[in-house]
């Protein structure tokens, strides 16, 4: 009895002394990302370092992020693909000038697919129709015999064309 009184008095007098060594018997903690030991601080404690804990944060934001977003469905991939191919050609073939025209054989022979743009804007003024790959623009005109492409940017179009019919 004796001895309890004492270990009693002990911890009320050395509160410190008594949580060390009740800390001492607990199991030591490691971080959630890398595995080392915790160290001292607070009981909840769970990473070694903010670096440790802002690594594990942003790896489980972008597993979350994964685990929502749906995959795409195959042909949409392929539908995005042909359509930034005909940007890149429609890119190329106008480079650095306001516009540009070409042969629809031209265009055609550099691996541009007419049937996907991803819009179309009107002119009010003479009704053409420019069909948009983005934020590249073409129209199919007759000249003669021959059918050519005239191939703008969105801006040049926006000020040829004023606002587009709903």
Not at 146 to 152: A, E, P, S, T, Y
């Amino acid at each position: 009895m004796q001895t309890s009184l004492k270990q009693f008095a002990y911890s009320l007098f050395y509160p410190c002394k008594a949580v060390s060594k009740r800390l001492l018997a607990m199991e030591e903690k490691t971080c959630l990302n890398c595995g080392q030991p915790v160290g001292p601080g607070r009981k909840d404690k769970k990473y070694c370092t903010e670096a440790c804990k802002t690594e594990y944060n942003n790896r489980q934001k972008e597993q979350q992020k994964e685990s929502i977003a749906p995959a795409i469905p195959e042909f949409i991939a392929e539908i995005n693909s042909i359509l930034a191919n005909n940007w890149r050609i429609l890119t190329e073939c106008l480079g650095s000038k306001e516009t540009v025209r070409m042969r629809t054989t031209d265009l055609s022979g550099r691996g541009f697919n007419y049937k996907f743009y991803t819009s179309e804007r009107f002119n009010k003024y003479n009704d053409d129709v420019y069909n948009f790959c983005y934020d590249m623009g073409y129209k199919v005109v007759e000249e003669g015999d021959d059918r050519k492409v005239v191939i703008v940017r969105n801006s040049d179009v926006v000020r040829l064309s004023g606002p587009a019919h709903p």
